[in-house]
């Protein structure tokens, strides 16, 4: 457990609060890993019937920590390496029985965004952002996104987002249907809550069943395109391309990808 995930429990719902607000809470394999317990706990504890995700301070998450990715992208491929903490969180949050919440505080970049398709509900603060910008980075769309995203906004809204990494505001964000209502920052978390504790106190086996239905006939289809997503994402993490996005955004400058290719 690291300090930057926190967890805990009230009234039948699991609060899990990114908590690295120094870097706009950019997750970290220890995150990845943090989370991954906090949704196995989640799964086994009887007393949690609901887990709502936040971020602490402006931010929800900046995704993917790019230091990490850097890092990633410069060690050989190692076939006998098992399950990653992010690979594990991914399927995990594909697979959660229980419900899942989002309460966008600020930023959602990258997972941070791609995450949210696989909650249940979604609530933004009015201040909140959403951006995909893998593309820019010279990578792909992850979590299954590639096929859960143009099924939710359509394809020309998706394009958009992953293609152009066009960031969003609340307001359009509730209008493509990626969250379902809009709070004001000051209320954002109070009202999610009780959302949850609402959720939290209905008929369980009721609540599992309808998730399952309204969510089920695609969870083949996102396994299967989850793995293709990541064939490519893996691969391109070693590339030129992602080599020249990371600099840059450390060097504080506009990639060039002339030489990239
Ligand atoms: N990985 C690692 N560090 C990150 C980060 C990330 N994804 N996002 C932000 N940070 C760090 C910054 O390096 C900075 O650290 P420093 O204070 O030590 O210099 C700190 O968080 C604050 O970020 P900063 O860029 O100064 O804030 P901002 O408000 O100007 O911009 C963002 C915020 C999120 C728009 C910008 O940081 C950004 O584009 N981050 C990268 C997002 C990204 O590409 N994520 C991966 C998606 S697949």
């Not at 699991?14 to 394999?29: F, G, S, Y």
């Not at 099924?151 to 020309?156: A, E, I, P």
């Not at 069943?209 to 083949?220: D, I, V, W």
């Amino acid at each position: 457990m690291t300090e930057h995930v926190l967890r805990a429990i009230d009234k039948g719902v699991m609060t899990v609060t990114l908590n690295r607000a120094d870097k706009k809470n950019a997750l970290t394999e220890a995150m990845y890993a943090a989370l991954g317990d906090a949704l196995e706990a989640a799964a086994k504890d009887a007393s949690v019937k609901v887990v709502l995700f936040t971020g602490s301070g402006d931010s929800f998450t900046a995704g993917n920590d790019l230091g990490d990715f850097a890092a990633a992208g410069s060690k050989p491929v190692d076939a006998n390496e098992g399950e990653r903490p992010v690979g594990r969180f991914l399927r995990l949050i594909a697979t959660a029985e229980k419900p899942l919440i989002a309460a966008v505080n600020g930023l959602a970049v990258g997972v941070g965004v791609t995450m949210l398709l696989h909650c249940d509900l979604v609530y933004a603060a009015q201040s909140a952002s959403f951006q995909t910008p893998f593309v820019n980075l010279g990578l792909v769309p992850e979590a299954g996104s590639t096929l859960l995203m143009p099924s939710l906004v359509g394809n020309q809204k998706a394009a958009e987002l992953f293609l152009l990494g066009k960031k969003i505001g609340a307001e359009k964000a509730e209008r493509i249907g990626l969250v379902a209502d809009v709070l004001p920052d000051a209320e954002l978390l109070a009202r999610t809550t009780a959302i949850a504790q609402e959720l939290a106190a209905k008929a369980p086996t009721a609540v599992k069943l309808t998730k399952q239905l309204l969510r089920g006939a695609s969870r083949p289809d996102v396994a299967k395109r989850m793995s293709e997503e990541g064939a490519h994402f893996a691969a391109q993490l070693r590339s030129a391309e992602v080599k020249e996005a990371i600099s840059a955004f450390f060097e504080k400058r506009a990639p060039d990808f002339s030489k990239a290719s």
